[in-house]
């Protein structure tokens, strides 16, 4: 009788639990059509979605609880910031899942430290699991962005031909996401798109911008913008600056590749007191547990934070030393 009554009373609020999250998710979700497509195109950070697609987008529209996570701090800068570097990494995830996700991994770093290792090792584990999202956005990010920067040379040459041929801006832009590979052909269709949606063409280079933190796409906008305004040969404006792009990553390539060695350096010197410390724990797990012992912790945890605190000076100081600006 008891263990029904139990049953009956969890399936009872499971039950009001739902009735919350469908009408916390309905009001929250009260948006129209025109508005819903037209926050695909807009500059907070979103990403393009194509007609190849669009059964993929309604799907994720129809799942209440994407689209509850998906409404969680909107309208925040917090949310407005994660929103952008998600887009600028290509990471097809809304803020709402990207801090779910970074939870869930600290939940599950954390449980399983705890359950094999102990509270302390739950701790860590969870501290890594938290900072892996955020590391992986970075690192995908970068990596664009490099990928873009090493397109505009041709980005630029093609736009030169197609205006010199005698097409329009716009025209020449759409040659670009049509004829180049992704990611500049995807961000310039996206240009393209926002401009037939009726958004002006200065608008829209600057969402392209947010969106491509580069300074050598930051001089190409600009020169766009100054010929609208002035006039002149937009043709020879992007030559000249296709040299220049050129050049600088030719440049950029030579220190890269003269600092290597520097930069290996500093990361194998970094990571080798982690990797003997995980060794040691493996190997004669007491001895490092001297470090937390109550006895030993009043000296061992303050020269675990000095050794942290070294390491990462020292990171930083090598990666002031070969990061170059041209």
């Known amino acids: ?5 139990s049953a ?15 009408a916390v998710v309905s009001i929250l979700g009260r948006r129209s059509v025109v508005e819903e497509r037209l926050g695909r195109y807009s500059e907070s950070g979103g990403l393009i979605v194509d007609r190849a697609v669009e059964d993929e987008f309604q799907e994720e529209r129809s799942n209440p609880i994407r689209e509850f996570l998906s409404r969680l701090g909107e309208g925040t800068d917090r949310y407005a910031t994660i929103s952008q570097n998600l887009a600028r990494a290509d990471i097809k995830l809304r803020p709402g899942e990207y801090m779910a996700a970074r939870v869930l991994l600290a939940a599950l770093g954390g449980v399983l430290g705890t359950v094999f290792e102990g509270l302390l090792m739950g701790v860590l584990l969870a501290a890594v699991g938290s900072f892996l999202p955020p590391l992986y956005v970075r690192r995908a990010r970068g990596a664009r962005l490099k990928e873009f920067d090493n397109q505009l040379g041709d980005m630029l040459n093609l736009m030169v031909n197609g205006l010199r041929a005698g097409y329009s801006t716009l025209m020449a832009m759409e040659a670009v996401s049509k004829e180049l590979a992704p990611p500049i052909a995807d961000e310039f269709r996206r240009v393209v798109q926002e401009i037939q949606l009726g958004i002006p063409l ?9 969106r491509i933190d580069s300074e050598d796409l930051d001089m190409v906008i600009t020169a766009i913008n100054v010929q609208r305004e002035v006039g002149g040969n937009l043709a020879e404006i992007f030559d000249g ?3 220049t792009i050129r050049e600088r990553v030719r440049i950029r390539g030579e220190i890269q590749a003269l600092t290597a060695m520097g930069r290996a350096t500093a990361w194998v010197i970094s990571i080798m007191p982690l990797a003997l410390v995980g060794a040691l724990f493996l190997i004669n797990r ?28 020292g990171i930083a100081i090598v990666q002031k030393i070969v990061n170059i600006d041209i």
């Open 8 to 22: 009956f009373i969890l399936v009872g609020g499971l039950g009001v639990l739902l009735l919350i999250v469908g």
């Open 241 to 243: 600056i296709s040299h």
């Open 286 to 313: 007491p001895y490092v547990m001297q470090f937390f012992n109550p006895e030993t912790r009043g000296c061992g945890i303050p020269m675990l934070i000095v050794t942290g605190i070294m390491v990462s000076t």
């Open 1 to 5: 009788m008891e263990v029904s009554q």
């Open 202 to 210: 200065e608008e829209a280079l600057e969402h392209l911008l947010r």
